[in-house]
């Protein structure tokens, strides 16, 4: 069994920062990509950002050169710092990870969701 547990979401004015962190736990071997998604009420989910274990990175262009992910291996542990924050960006953020589990098995594995909310 994998737990991911995300925290740093909350309330925040047009212009301002939050930064999510995302701690993977349990039967974990190894960890591939990680990433974060969004969910805005009545909108599918969509794809924010994502980092390999290698470090290489994706973002959507919407959050190009505002936002940041990064992740430390060590603490099974993917961050995103989120920088000049528009009342677009707000959403549901829930991150994910592919783990491949002490049993050989490899799933996808996802947070439980942190809500962020920009007032403008």
């Known amino acids: 069994q994998v737990r991911m547990v995300e925290s740093g979401g909350g309330l925040v004015q047009a212009g301002g920062s939050l930064r999510l962190s995302c701690a993977a736990s349990?039967?974990?071997?190894?960890?591939?990509?990680m990433g974060w998604y969004r969910q805005a009420p009545g909108k599918q989910r969509e794809l924010v950002a994502v980092?390999?274990?290698?470090?290489?990175?994706t973002y959507a262009d919407s959050v190009k050169g505002r936002f940041t992910i990064s992740r430390d291996n060590a603490k099974n542990t993917v961050y995103l710092q989120m920088n000049s924050l528009k009342p677009e960006d707000t959403a549901v953020y829930y991150c994910?990870?592919?783990?491949?589990?002490?049993?050989?098995?490899?799933?996808?594995?996802w947070g439980q969701g942190t809500q962020v909310t920009v007032s403008s």
């Open positions: 994910n990870a592919i783990v491949q589990t002490i049993w050989g098995t490899e799933y996808r594995y």
């Open positions: 349990g039967s974990i071997f190894s960890i591939n990509a």
């Open positions: 980092i390999t274990s290698g470090g290489s990175t």
